[in-house]
C-alpha cells in the first residue's frame, strides 16, 4: 500500500508564504513524477507544479513566478513553496505521485489533500 503525507497548509495572509511538504512511503519501485494539484470550492481540480524524475518541472500558469516546486528523489518526498500568495490561491491541495509499482505496473496515488486558506 502506498501513501502519501501532505503537510504544511494553514491560514495565511496575502502576501505572505507557505510551504506544503509530500511524503511517499509503501512499496514503489520507481516514481516518474510527483506534484501538487488543487480544488477550490465549485471548481475543478487543476494543475499546480509537477516535477519529472529529472526535474523538469511545469506549472500552472496561475501559480508561475509565485510557486516553486522541488523534490528529494532519496526522501520520496515533493515540496511545494508558495510566495506572495493571493485570496484566490485558497484551496485543497492534492500531492500526486505517478509511477511504477514494479517493472510492468503503473502507480498512481493522491494524497487526502491539505488546506491552504488564503485571507485578504
Known amino acids: 500500500q502506498v501513501q502519501l503525507q501532505e503537510s504544511g497548509g494553514g491560514l495565511v495572509q496575502a502576501g505572505g508564504s507557505l510551504t506544503l511538504s509530500c511524503v511517499a512511503s509503501?512499496?514503489?519501485?520507481?516514481?516518474?513524477?510527483m506534484g501538487w494539484y488543487r480544488q477550490a470550492p465549485g471548481k475543478r481540480r487543476e494543475l499546480v507544479a509537477v516535477?519529472?524524475?529529472?526535474?523538469?518541472?511545469n506549472y500552472g500558469d496561475s501559480v508561475k513566478g509565485r510557486f516553486t516546486i522541488s523534490r528529494d528523489n532519496a526522501a520520496n518526498t515533493v515540496y511545494l513553496q508558495m510566495n506572495s500568495l493571493k485570496p484566490e490561491d485558497t484551496a485543497v491541495y492534492y500531492c500526486?505521485?505517478?509511477?511504477?509499482?514494479?517493472?510492468?505496473?503503473?502507480?498512481?496515488?493522491w494524497g487526502q489533500g491539505t488546506l491552504v486558506n488564503v485571507s485578504s
Open positions: 500526486n505521485l505517478q509511477g511504477y509499482r514494479d517493472y510492468f505496473r503503473h502507480l498512481g496515488v
Open positions: 509503501g512499496s514503489i519501485f520507481r516514481i516518474n513524477a
Open positions: 516535477v519529472d524524475s529529472d526535474g523538469s518541472t
